[in-house]
């Protein structure tokens, strides 16, 4: 697989002698080990930092840091 050049700001990739042109989308973003949103699937596949339900993990209204609340605490009280 060729891979070389950028057309438009995006990688382009030439598979197996030519056979036609894919242009390679950027990685997705992903949040540092630690974040609370590591490993959140509310968040869009975009090259920079985002969450679907448009909050931040520290306020009541994100659904990933209420699971996580109520992961710990099934945690707590099961091994009690």
């Given amino acids: 697989m060729f891979q070389g050049g950028y057309r438009n700001g995006e990688r382009i990739t030439i598979p197996n002698r030519g056979y036609g042109v894919v242009i390679m989308p950027e990685p997705a973003y992903k949040y540092p080990e630690g974040h609370p ?5 509310f968040t869009f596949r975009t090259n920079k930092p985002s969450c679907s339900t448009g909050s931040y993990p520290d306020t009541e209204n994100c659904p990933n840091a209420f699971y996580k609340k109520m992961q710990a605490r099934w945690r707590a009280e099961r091994s009690a």
């Fill in 37 to 41: 949103c590591y490993g959140c699937v």
